[in-house]
């Protein structure tokens, strides 16, 4: 039976500095996403981005990460706790942890429609490039977790069962590592491979919707449900009622894609 390593969550300590490796795997999602975009600008020229776009939307982007996911974690999970006098002032305290993915792809969908209208190009175009650079950083978040021993599985008999000793001693599933896989290594893969050649305009963003939605409502199947919300409507999460607008959205959107580019293609 796998017992977890309970990794001390500060990675370096320098006096009274500490550098956690939580904060450390966001550093190594950007600077995937720099490199991997890098790549891409050089190699699949049809993005017509540049370098200094490059920088700019990972500026973008680290800001909507960081506020959206807070701001969606307060909103989605705790408001009756956060929306009082006593708690308000702690909304924006991220060092307390608590951040929500789907907030988080809010705040982003904003930033890049803020960075479209200041380069003057659509939408789409910048989302369609970022999707491929994106599941990397997931899973790097998802091993975050994992080190942290947070965002555990829900008890199994099954021999990939893992002893979480900050919970209790029943073997829960790594759901963690559910998500690194799914949600960071798979949808990587389906996205970049898809995205080696052009495409009709919305159509990678549509399929990373989908690919997320698809993973994170199936793990989550196997994660256990926050305790102070713990099952919703239908017996399912709050990670999985999020999820289902991504996926019928992405279907809506690859639907629109294609059918978009065969409409232009008769005009």
């Known amino acids: ?3 977890h390593p309970q990794f001390d969550p500060v990675a370096i300590a320098i006096g009274p500095l500490a550098v956690r490796w939580y904060g450390l795997m966001y550093l190594v999602g950007f600077i995937l996403f720099l490199l991997l975009g890098h790549w891409r600008i050089r190699n699949q020229p049809w993005h017509a981005l540049t370098g200094k776009d490059l920088d700019d939307l990972l500026f973008y982007g ?3 990460v960081v ?6 974690y307060v909103l989605f999970y705790m ?7 006593a708690h308000f002032s702690e909304i924006l305290a991220v060092w307390k942890g608590g951040m929500s993915f789907h907030g988080g792809f809010l705040g982003v969908i904003t930033a890049m429609a803020l960075f479209a209208r200041k380069k003057h190009t659509g939408w789409l175009v910048i989302t369609d490039f970022i999707a491929p650079l994106v599941p990397l950083g997931l899973a790097a978040g998802r091993m ?3 080190i942290n021993g947070e965002l555990w599985g829900r008890p ?4 990939i069962g893992m002893i979480f000793p900050q919970v209790d001693m029943q073997p829960r599933h790594p759901s963690q590592l559910y998500e690194f896989g799914l949600e960071g290594v798979v949808l990587f893969t389906v996205l970049w491979l898809f ?3 052009p495409r009709p305009a919305g159509a990678a963003s549509g399929l990373f919707l989908i690919g997320y939605g698809l993973a994170r409502f199936t793990v989550e199947f196997a994660r256990e449900p926050d305790s102070f919300l713990g099952y919703l409507a239908l017996h399912l999460s709050m990670g999985q009622w999020l ?4 996926i019928f959205a992405g279907l809506g959107l690859l639907y629109w894609s294609y059918r978009h580019e065969r409409r232009h293609r008769r005009l």
């Open 79 to 85: 408001p009756d706790y956060y929306l009082t006098a």
């Open 156 to 159: 199994t008999d099954l021999p």
């Open 243 to 246: 999820s289902l607008p991504m």
């Open 144 to 146: 975050g977790n994992f």
């Open 62 to 64: 680290a800001l909507g």
């Open 195 to 197: 995205s080696r050649r």
């Open 67 to 72: 506020l959206g996911g807070r701001l969606g």
């Open 1 to 3: 039976m796998w017992v």
